[in-house]
Antibody
């Protein structure tokens, strides 16, 4: 079945870095847009970044632009989020989600999420 | 940026009754709108896409309507498992989520 599994979360100090991974299975990964979405504790959903199926189109929310980098490795069926210069307000559960084939669109499915805590 | 506004923030409804949730976009998103359900400790689950198309496996009691800037999610007869937080999301111009509506038991 279609599945996404995130990893790489943890506790990091302000100003530090972390790399999240999302392993996909059950579908032709290279055909799909992929996104990262986060949810701060007790808060709503915030879209963070997407990468197109070809990897040539990438976009970031203003809140992370210049600090986060999304990438994909189709050979490993994985998408990554490199997070640098982390701030307390980046504390959240980070979900990866599949978009649509060769276009933006709705997210389905979502991974189970990985918690990132930024604290000294 | 397209701002999505959901109302009400909290909705109290009795089991078996109908629930109507609203989502408004700050500019037209055509029919490029999705609805998600999220239960505590779980990832969101897709309910509706294209404003009115139910996702695979979603019960018929869930229905979506609207286009342009005004959208509605209706749950026709609430079951115990439907009490959760619901989010709308536009994908017409990048992505934006609404702030969520918490559906609670009355």
């Amino acid at each position: 079945q279609v599945q996404l599994v995130e990893s790489g979360g943890g506790l990091v100090k302000p100003g530090g870095s972390l790399r999240l991974s999302c392993a996909a299975s059950g579908f032709t990964f290279s055909d799909y847009y992929m996104s990262w979405i986060r949810q701060a504790p007790g808060k709503g959903l915030e879209w963070v970044s997407y990468i197109s199926s070809s990897g040539t189109s990438i976009y970031y929310a203003d809140s992370v632009k210049g600090r986060f980098t999304i990438s994909r490795d189709d050979a490993k069926n994985s998408v990554y989020l490199q997070m640098n210069s982390l701030r307390a307000e980046d504390t959240a559960v980070y979900y990866c989600a599949r978009g649509q084939s060769r276009s933006l669109g709705w997210f389905d499915p979502w991974g189970q999420g990985t918690l990132v805590t930024v604290s000294s | 940026e397209i701002v999505m506004t959901q109302s009400p923030a909290t909705l109290s409804v009795s089991p078996g009754q109908r629930a109507t949730l609203s989502c408004r976009a700050s500019q037209s998103v055509n029919s490029n709108l999705a609805w998600y359900q999220q239960k505590p400790g779980q990832a969101p689950r897709l309910l509706i896409y294209g404003a009115s198309t139910r996702a695979t496996g979603i019960p018929a009691r869930f229905s979506g309507s609207g286009s342009g800037t005004e959208f509605t999610l209706t749950i026709s007869s609430l079951q115990s498992e439907d009490f959760a937080v619901y989010y709308c999301q536009q994908y017409n111009y990048y992505y934006t989520f609404g702030q969520g509506t918490k559906l609670e038991i009355k």
